[in-house]
């Protein structure tokens, strides 16, 4: 079956094999995927009527879960305004995440979450095509494979008959193919108290597991409760797996973790059709997902054993060790990918570093380096090769309408 040119009847039948069950099962995750990645979807581009097609399809699942609807004003969609460029014309569009909760009358939540934007008929930015205005970029990998991950275990801990130690908020995020915006917008108006959220658990690209090589999972070193309890989960579901101990990236975990929140990644791997129109359903690898899955929920369940607190640890930053190996020095800071106005603003300030030692703060606008003016992260990466470890220099940054100097030393 050509999965990318279902018709709305084909995926009406689909929906309806579907059904309520206990197991999670590969035919499943197969047909959620088949349905979000068809080209009836237009790709899922931010703000278009396939991200809304979509933003439906998921509610729908929620409700059918007997999630409540957490997207604020009885409704599962939380709206917030995204700035599109289109042929150097800014157009304001309304995105939405799509939020679902399990209330389980207990103290923490754990959020499960992905991204279910991608990046529609090429016109927004990040195809990896040079030709690739008007193809539809499918996106079944990226990020249709976490979203029916996310579907798949709403339904599963809404009928497992087990009532677990901690609530569940299931959250489908818009916006991350344009620099995380969507989870950024939760956490900063989050519908549920965000001191209630126990930690975060994040699926994108979670479709093309290669057995051989296992499963990434990042953000090792957010809690010490991963290194003691996944090894053996692991195992016991015939699944390898390699460990990224930061709790930042470019997919949602991020924006958890910047407000002190333990974070899980799960990832199979970039390949040769990420961002390109050919990363379509009959590439999936629905199997290697339903381990995933089953990984998960099994975590949850030696979580739900104990009655102690998820501890947060503070992790590395890839994006300083990038920076190190890259370069000579590094400032020590995450930029915020979403920013569109003119400078680098800074997301995150890591401790014990160059920009945390001269007083730069989360919100600073980065504007001068030493000589170099910043118009753009751009320019900040080639300022940064300019200079020596120990050297010092002045960085201009702006800050609440007031421009300041800050003295840098690598």
Known sequence: MNFRRLTPGILLLLVSTIGFSQNLDPKDISAHIAILAADSLEGRGTGTLGEIKAANYIADWFK?????AKGGNGSFFEPFGVVIHYEGVPHQVTARNVVGFLDNQAEGTIVIGAHYDHLGKGYQSGSLRPDSQNLIHNGADD???GVAGVIELARY????QTKEKYNFLFIAFSGEELGLL?????VDHSTIPMESVAMMVNMDMVGRLDEAKGVTIGGWGTSPEWGGLIPALAKKNDLKFATDSSGVGPSDHTSFYLKEKPVLFFFTGVHSDYHKPSDDSEKINAA???KILQLIVDLVGE???????????EAGSPHAQGAQSDFKVTLGIIPDYSFNGRGLRVDAVTKNRPAAAAGMETGDIITQM???PIKDIYDYMKSLGQYEVGQ???VEVWRKQENKKLRVKF
């Open 303 to 313: 979580l739900g054993k104990t009655n102690n607190t998820i501890t947060f640890t």
């Open 64 to 68: 059918r879960a007997g999630l409540e």
């Open 370 to 372: 030493g000589e170099f």
């Open 182 to 186: 969507g989870s950024k917008f939760f």
């Open 288 to 290: 290697g997902e339903q």
């Open 392 to 394: 010092s220099i002045d």
């Open 157 to 160: 801990f809404s009928e497992n």
């Open 143 to 145: 990020n249709a494979s």
